[in-house]
């Protein structure tokens, strides 16, 4: 079965502080893994996305994850956490082996403390 | 440019009546997706629309569920005789490019609140 893990519903983390939020999965084939932010009160926004090649991909916002293939890992990643980073973020998979789904995880909840 | 948009923004509605939700992609984009997102849930795929091609309706729960879309743009995604478990935020995503690899915009959502 395709899935996506986000073993952790909530990471609280002091501004300034390097965060991390994790991800792993589980698919057939080559995975394609995405994430995405979600505001308050707002839709889901595009973050970054790994396709191929380099395991460090950076995105929006000063956001990087890096793929690991041994351990089926896409953490989501940034050196110095802001306030405004406070928000749900989602990790999303896809393999096109499995047809044409997306598959999320139910989502972290990321605080920024001041 | 203008993003994805989905209207209503909220709806309630008395368990056994129909309700039909809209999403406008954004032009041009050939992908549409619709999924459902529940209180402390990840988002559940509901239906993928390509181009042309015959949609996967693979992810609709049940058979009171079913959406189209016309002229390769506007969707609509009804749900009959809702029940109390159909209250979720229902979200739409447009996107073009390579099947798999493309960025999905989403819209803001639509609120149902089934009483």
């Known amino acids: 079965a395709q899935s996506v893990a986000q073993p952790e519903d909530q990471v609280n983390v002091a501004e300034g502080n390097p965060l991390t939020v994790k991800c792993t999965y589980s698919?057939?084939?080559?995975?394609?893994l995405f994430w995405y932010v979600q505001y308050p009160n707002r839709g889901l926004q595009f973050l970054l996305k790994y396709i191929t090649g380099d395991n460090l991909v950076k995105g929006s916002y000063g956001f990087e994850a890096e793929f690991n293939k041994s351990q089926t890992s896409f953490h989501l990643k940034k050196p110095s956490a802001l306030v405004s980073d406070s928000a749900l973020y989602f990790c999303a998979v896809r393999a096109l082996l499995t047809g044409n789904q997306f598959y999320f995880g139910t989502g972290t909840s990321l605080t920024v403390i001041p | 440019g203008a993003g994805v948009s989905q209207s209503p923004s909220n709806k309630v509605t008395e368990k056994g009546k129909d309700v039909e939700l809209r999403c406008d992609p954004i032009s041009g984009h050939t992908a549409l997706y619709w999924y459902r997102q529940s209180l402390g849930q990840g988002l559940e795929f509901l239906i993928y629309?390509?181009?042309?091609?015959?949609?996967?309706k693979s992810g609709l729960p049940s058979d009171r569920f079913s959406a189209e879309r016309t002229g390769g743009s506007v969707s609509t995604l009804t749900i009959q005789r809702t029940q109390q478990e159909d209250s979720a935020v229902y979200l739409c995503?447009?996107?073009?490019?390579?099947?798999?690899?493309?960025?999905?915009?989403f819209g803001p959502g639509t609120r149902l609140l089934v009483l």
């Open positions: 995503a447009s996107s073009w490019g390579l099947a798999g690899q493309e960025t999905q915009y």
């Open positions: 629309f390509q181009g042309n091609s015959a949609p996967d």
């Open positions: 698919v057939s084939g080559n995975p394609y």
